[in-house]
């Protein structure tokens, strides 16, 4: 048995829809058999109103012990710090946020803008949205690099745009089970059983990553190829278990021929959209990719390319995922 | 449960805050006399500033950016975009890639209609106010939040159709997999069979078992009202479905009487016949759609022109500029402490549609407004004609029950018309083809999210965005009033609702709810004449 309050600040939702499409367990599930408590959510039908804004005070008084507090969507402090922007049951969100997050065992920030801002974030920043506990990649954010939640953790981040559901029901069912002692996190409060893996990591393009085969076209011509050369697929340096765990247990951006943006990384979107960053590889000397897999130089990225290129077989050029 | 009110005289203002959230937190204050809703406000409560964010931005960021605007419709503004594109750069869009297109955004769409029925809306009707009702026991047994009959299938399975989404998409939400020229995937044999199989189990586990309890053909027989009514009785199966169900229940507590609105319509279409759209243009847009477009007001039909769309802030939080096209459309927020003192109440603008003889007014988007649009003669033979709910509006008026009707009957239509979408694909065929990335352009994209009409004018300058912007659903819905101080729809649509029990005014989160712009509810009551704090009530819980 666990208490779960969720709120959502600057976001769009796709969270909360995301988690709803989650299966074994399914929303429901985790109510009905696993006895989470939803003390409150948005969407889901729960105690709303002055009821709701009473389980606000009375969790924030202590009265009601809150044992994991979600936020989804950034944490809004424009305009000029007011937080007037987004205001919810009478006050600005951030001040609930403030208040919910000293009193819970533990914080979850769900999806990119709770966790670093997200889109909302994006230059010029108009809402000046700030992230939990960061800002893009600057560790502080909203609480500050000292928060520790009641159970003496950081904010748990489960970033993505969206998440994946099972990142969430599953750190929930881990939880609500007794084994949140085994959720460790990474470098950027990510846990690390579902961030330490790359996107590329189980993409069915990894074949022709490797003989540096490129895709060199969109629809048919996704047919063949690895996305990274061309259109700027950031699964390679992009931390997340998309092509481990099927996003709605059937696929991934990259199998189905998009390429990766980067989501759960805390630059997304990268670049901040400048013209001609959208589906485009960034190159030097107008061939080689800028950016490349983690922990490898440019000199001994080229190295192995050509040999790559050179040990190619015939297939990896051609169509493999065909009719 | 609510607190206890004290009302004093025989008026009561009552504030809102907040009714909704689906693009950010909705307030709503209401004005009650004798019991019946007699002024109403709807007040967005959000800003997140996207079409700042776009401006000076690549061409195709708003491929990424605007399926974050709402992440219930994110595959709609995925559409839409992708379509603005294509006009603003004259690509090709080969035939595939239009069907896949139009596959993924009628997945998302029903998705959302059993989602939205048992979680959101369907809720209220277990309210307590119903108890003495005779088909209560039989609404709480069905429809009670995680416990209900209905509720946890039609909750859960909504996920299924999404499924197909992210077959093609690769994950749904927020998948940006619809570029300008077509689409990224190139789908093989077995995305298509496994998408026909998931399609068939949807409709066979939740539309066909739970919701009609008779065929999706049997049910699609139905032009008339009475036809309706008829097939509710037809036999055992089809009376115990959750749609009979509720078109009893629904006449029994009244809501077929109230919540009609500014009767006033608009559909911007939605799906394009493939041969007849493989050279995106603004101009040949409507001659192509299946799902039409098109305005009806004043008791008559108009063709479609976005160019007599223009966007009003005269009580929105942004700079005054009067009446703007999008395309010449800004966005320069004020604070609300600035805005309040000018009687400006929301973060929505208020978008109005020019109609001769009438000047610019307030139209309701979503599917009543579609299926009205639908019930125009005339239609190609590739576009929907369908007499039903023009014919219930005949009958009964627009109203919260009409609405519904609209919105489920439309889930038998997608179905169908995916299903036929799927086998159309040419696998062997080609789903992209790479467009001139022109340095200037304007474009015009739009589509039906399942909640209504859902537009983007670009201006691409320089190889930039000079412009950007976004006219949602919620915003023709739940924008405020004008220059013209003409209501928003919803607004429109509390007004002159009874208030049975003022205590817990269940029946203004039925009328927001209709409009799927609301999924949460509180409403604070306060006395008429000296402001004073009477009571806060909850709203569409148990």
Known sequence: MASLLWLQGGACSGNTMSFLNAEEPTAVDLVTDFGID????????????????????????????????????????GPDGTGEYNMFADRPMKDWVRELSDVAQIVVAIGDCACWGGIPATKPNPT?????????????????TDFKSKMGLPVINIPGCP??????????????????????????????????????TGCTRVQMFEYKQATTSFGEGTRQGCLFFEFGCRGPMTHSPCN??????????????MPCTGCTEPEFPFFDLAPGTVFKT???????????PEGTDHLTYTTMAAAARIAAPKWSKEDIFVV | MAVTATQEGNTLDMHVSPLGRVEGDLDVRVKITDGVVTEAWTEAAMFRGFEMILKGKDPQAGLIVTPRICGICGGSHLYKSAYALDTAWATHVPQNATLVRNIAQACESMQSNPRYFYAIFAIDLVNKNYAKAEGYDEAVRRFAPFVGESYEPGVTLSNKPVEVYAIFGGQWPHSSFMVPGGVMCGPTLSDITRSIAILEFWRDEWLEKIWLGSSVDRWLENKTWDDVQAWCDENESQHNSDCAFFVRYAQEIGLHKYGGGVGNYLATGTFFEPSLYENPTVEGRNDALISRAGVYAGGEYHDFDHMRVKEDTSHSFFKDYGLLHPWEGRTEPI???????????SWAKSPRYEVEGHGYIPLEAGPLARQVIAG????????DYDPLIMDMMDKLGPSIFVRQMARMHESAKLYKNTMKWLSDIDLHGSFYTKPVEHESGKGFGSTEAIRGSLSDWIVIEDGKIENYQVVTPTAWNVGPRDDQSQHGPIEKALIGSPIVDAEDPVELGHVARSFDSCLVCTVHAYDGKTGRE?????????
């Open chain 1, 38 to 77: 939803v003390l409150w959510h948005p969407t889901l039908g729960m105690e709303l109103g002055d009821n709701a804004k009473k389980i606000f005070n009375d969790c924030v008084s202590g009265e009601k012990p809150l044992d994991i507090f979600v936020f989804e969507g950034s944490v809004i402090e």
């Open chain 1, 128 to 144: 000046d949205s700030n992230g939990m506990q960061y800002l893009k990649r600057e560790q502080g954010g909203f609480l500050g």
């Open chain 1, 163 to 200: 998440a994946h559901p099972d990142w969430v029901t599953q750190i929930l069912v881990a939880v609500a089970s007794g084994r949140a002692g085994d959720i460790a996190l990474d470098d950027l409060q990510r846990p690390q059983t579902f961030f330490k893996t790359f996107t590329q």
């Open chain 1, 244 to 257: 481990r765990i099927l996003w709605n247990r059937q696929s991934s951006k990259t199998r189905a021929g």
């Open chain 1, 282 to 292: 960034q190159k030097v000397s107008g061939a080689i990719p800028k950016e490349l």
């Open chain 2, 335 to 345: 604070t609300p402490e600035e805005g309040k003192k000018k009687d400006k109440y």
């Open chain 2, 376 to 383: 125009r003669e005339g239609a190609p033979d590739h576009a």
């Open chain 2, 534 to 542: 009477l009571a806060k009530f909850k709203m569409g819980g148990m």
